[in-house]
Structure formats: C-alpha cells, structure tokens
C-alpha cells in the first residue's frame, strides 16, 4: 500500500479494495476478483461413521477496502473449485459494477469482512484441499497442514516507532519490531514460521506475533538441547485515530502481559 494522503481522486472502488487481484470474472452481475485470505482457520466440523467422510471449516479474514469507501458495495466469500481429484479454496471480493467509479480519500483505514465456507468430500474422490493466496499472493496451504493452528507467542526487545502516516492529520502509522524465539534449537526451529497479526475487536487493534508448526515440525524427533533459535518480526500499523482509539500489543515478554503501543515508543 501506498503512504495515505488525503488528495482525493476518481478511482475504480474495484481497484481500491483489492491488492492487485489475480482474476476477474463476471459472476451474477457482479464483477468477482481472487483476493488475500488472511487470519486462517480450519477446524473439523463433523465426525462421520463412515471413515472416508470428511468435512471442515474454513474460515477467515478478507481485507475489502483501503477505507469505509472504498469498501462500499464490496462483499468477500470463500469458493470452492474442483479440479481433478483437489479441491481449491480460495477467497474473492464481490463488487457492484455500480460502485465501481466515484469519489474517495486515499486515506488508509483498512475495512475487513470475515469468511467461512463448509468443505465437504470424499477421500476416495478427493486426496487433498488447498486453500490459495493465504496472507500473500501465491503462498498456497494444504487443508490438513491449516488444521494444525497458529498460536500466538510472546515477543521481546520490543520496539515501535512513529511513521509517515501521510498528510491526513488523523492517520497514523507505526513501525514494530520485535524479537521471537522460534524453537529451543535448530532442530525445533526447523519448519516454524513467526510473524504478525494484526485483528481488530470493536475499537481496538490488537497485534500479536503468530507460530506456525508444519506437520513435519510438530513429529520430528529433536534432541534436547538449548540453543534458542530467534527471529526478528517486522510489521506497520496504519488506521486513523478517530476509528481506532486504542492499539494493544499482546505477550510483550510473558504471555498476557498485553501493552498499548504508546508505552514502547
């Protein structure tokens, strides 16, 4: 995203609201468009009797516009797509055509909408899901690795400093950085990722540093010796002040101890 300034200009809402999507088609009057999917969750939604059963919920966070206007007339949902024995998951904006073109502040409040869609199949028809574009263009995650959820860690020597939030008076930007041990060694290091998240709850920002495990991770056999392994995360907080009154970063140097952003300038 660029800097936010307050110039306004005529620009496509279609545009604004997505991050340089990967399609478009015309769906029911609508103009559709592949989208991010961020915030990933999959969880088991149903026990079968018969073992080849089997049915999940996706569900997420779809970013729909770079302010209130820009999202205006925009919807997000989850689709699936069937191609040869895989199923495709993947997030798209649904935009009225009639929204398309008018006049908007290039400010940046980013407006989001949550996702879900049931996946249903049968193993002997279907032997995998992969739900695309999660977090960023073309990271691609197979359903069963999703299952194994992300969980928040705590995060130290942590630093926020002021950036250009742009012309507008009301908006602002912040530059966090923090240090997060991935794993006790290398061994258990290997295969994890961290990074931030960012998730609003009503007028709050809230940030957190995210483990992800693979599925090899989490069953290898690692030796029990220390030699922390540790990883910088990098992350910018932008939004107008007037909507989000408060910004908390969450698990600064133990679990719980949640801090307003303010403190760690």
Same mark, same amino acid.
């Given at each position: 995203?660029?800097?936010?300034?307050?110039?306004?200009?005529?620009?496509?809402?279609?545009?604004?609201?997505?991050?340089?999507?990967?399609?478009?088609?015309?769906?029911?009057?609508?103009?559709?468009?592949?989208t991010?999917?961020?915030?990933?969750?999959?969880?088991s939604?149903?026990?079968?009797?018969?073992? #080849?059963l089997?049915?999940?919920? *996706?569900?997420?966070? +779809?970013?729909? @516009? =770079?302010?209130?206007?820009? $999202?205006?007339?925009?919807?997000?949902?989850?689709?699936?797509e069937?191609?040869?024995?895989?199923?495709?998951?993947?997030?798209?904006?649904l935009?009225?055509?009639?929204?398309r073109?008018?006049?908007?502040?290039r400010?940046?409040?980013?407006?989001?909408?949550?996702?879900?869609?049931?996946?249903?199949?049968?193993?002997?028809?279907?032997?995998?899901?992969?739900?695309?574009?999660?977090?960023?263009?073309?990271?691609?995650?197979?359903?069963?690795?999703?299952?194994?959820?992300?969980? #928040?860690?705590?995060?130290?020597? *942590?630093?926020?400093? +002021?950036?250009? @939030? =742009?012309?507008?008076?009301? $908006?602002?930007?912040?530059?966090?950085?923090?240090t997060?041990?991935?794993?006790?060694?290398s061994?258990?290091?290997?295969?994890?990722?961290?990074?931030?998240?960012?998730?609003?709850?009503?007028?709050?920002l809230?940030?957190?540093?995210?483990?992800?495990?693979?599925?090899?991770?989490?069953?290898?056999?690692?030796?029990?010796?220390?030699?922390?392994?540790?990883?910088?995360?990098?992350?910018?907080?932008?939004?107008?002040?007037?909507?989000?009154?408060?910004?908390?970063?969450?698990?600064?140097?133990?679990?719980?101890n949640?801090?307003?952003?303010?403190?760690?300038?």
């Amino acid at each position: 995203m660029k800097t936010s300034f307050l110039a306004t200009s005529m620009f496509f809402a279609l545009t604004a609201t997505s991050p340089a999507a990967l399609a478009t088609t015309n769906v029911r009057g609508t103009v559709t468009q592949d989208t991010i999917l961020n915030d990933l969750n999959v969880k088991s939604i149903e026990e079968s009797a018969i073992p #080849e059963l089997r049915a999940y919920e *996706v569900a997420g966070r +779809v970013m729909i @516009g =770079g302010n209130r206007c820009g $999202a205006k007339g925009v919807q997000a949902q989850l689709i699936q797509e069937v191609e040869g024995e895989t199923i495709h998951v993947h997030a798209v904006l649904l935009v009225d055509p009639g929204q398309r073109a008018r006049i908007c502040t290039r400010e940046f409040d980013p407006q989001f909408a949550d996702v879900r869609l049931e996946v249903r199949y049968d193993m002997g028809d279907i032997n995998q899901v992969i739900i695309k574009d999660v977090d960023e263009r073309g990271r691609d995650v197979n359903l069963e690795d999703a299952l194994i959820n992300a969980v #928040e860690t705590e995060v130290s020597q *942590v630093l926020a400093e +002021v950036t250009n @939030g =742009g012309i507008n008076p009301d $908006a602002f930007a912040y530059t966090l950085t923090a240090t997060v041990m991935v794993g006790s060694n290398s061994c258990h290091a290997a295969g994890v990722n961290v990074d931030f998240k960012q998730r609003r709850v009503g007028d709050v920002l809230e940030v957190a540093a995210v483990r992800t495990s693979s599925r090899d991770a989490l069953q290898r056999v690692c030796p029990a010796v220390y030699m922390p392994v540790f990883k910088t995360v990098k992350t910018t907080v932008r939004g107008l002040a007037s909507t989000t009154p408060k910004i908390i970063v969450k698990h600064v140097d133990e679990m719980e101890n949640n801090v307003e952003i303010g403190s760690l300038l």
